[in-house]
T-cell receptor, first 117, second 118 residues
Framework: GAGVSQSPRYKVAKRGQDVALRCDPI?????LFWYQQALGQGPEFLTY????????KSGLPSDRFFAERPEGSVSTLKIQRTQQEDSAVYLC???????????????FGEGSRLTVL | AQKITQTQPGMFVQEKEAVTLDCTYD???????LFWYKQPSSGEMIFLIY??????QNATEGRYSLNFQKARKSANLVISASQLGDSAMYFC???????????????FGKGITLSVRP
């Protein structure tokens, strides 16, 4: 597809379960970002990849959160032993590298809504 | 300190009128970029407009314009001729350390809800 694709769109997990959220970025976009958005709030940065390299993971809230992008394309965000406070929409975004011809704006997927019971 | 501040809790505007959504930012980096995104109730984040810190002119994109006041560190979004479809959450965001050939995260504000009345 032409846009950023995320799956699943909705996920309900019992507390303590592990979940995996997938992101398929726009073809050719080397940068990939994960954000967490709580209800009524702005997106909060989690982590950033350039190709397969995870260059910034300063936003990951705990060691239960792990992200990977092994071949520099599709990325997976894994949350282990989910807690109720993990309930949020997880947004994936991709972008081109900044250059004179572009602003490096982020193109977002529709998000994965996680509900932890 | 908050990097991006959006203090208006909710805004109402009559259809066809103009509205200004406020955004102030905080950075010591001389090279930064400012973005506005729209998020309708469907949840998708839609890029609206961009302003670079070194841009001499205020950015415009169709009905959207950015009132960039660098000394005051404000980057207010102006929407002209509001339409019912403009009802959404609006987020201001900033990228610091803007370097050609590189990339870095956007930091978002808490957002403003805009409701357009018919």
């Amino acid at each position: 597809g032409a846009g950023v694709s995320q799956s699943p769109r909705y996920k309900v997990a019992k507390r303590g379960q592990d979940v995996a959220l997938r992101c398929d970025p726009i073809s050719g976009h080397v940068s990939l970002f994960w954000y967490q958005q709580a209800l009524g709030q702005g997106p909060e940065f989690l982590t950033y990849f350039q190709n397969e390299a995870q260059l910034d993971k300063s936003g990951l809230p705990s060691d239960r959160f792990f992200a990977e992008r092994p071949e520099g394309s599709v990325s997976t965000l894994k949350i282990q032993r989910t807690q109720q406070e993990d309930s949020a929409v997880y947004l994936c975004a991709s972008s081109q590298i900044l250059g004179q011809a572009n602003t490096g704006e982020l193109f977002f997927g529709e998000g994965s809504r996680l509900t932890v019971l | 300190a908050q990097k991006i501040t959006q203090t208006q809790p909710g805004m109402f505007v009559q259809e066809k009128e103009a509205v200004t959504l406020d955004c102030t930012y905080d950075t010591s980096d001389p090279s930064y970029g400012l973005f506005w995104y729209k998020q309708p109730s469907s949840g998708e984040m839609i890029f609206l407009i961009y302003q670079g810190s070194y841009d001499q002119q205020n950015a415009t994109e169709g009905r959207y314009s950015l009132n960039f006041q660098k000394a005051r560190k404000s980057a207010n979004l102006v929407i002209s001729a509001s339409q019912l479809g403009d009802s959404a959450m609006y987020f201001c965001a900033m990228r610091e350390r803007v370097r050609s050939g590189a990339n870095s995260k956007l930091t978002f504000g808490k957002g403003i809800t805009l409701s357009v009345r018919p």
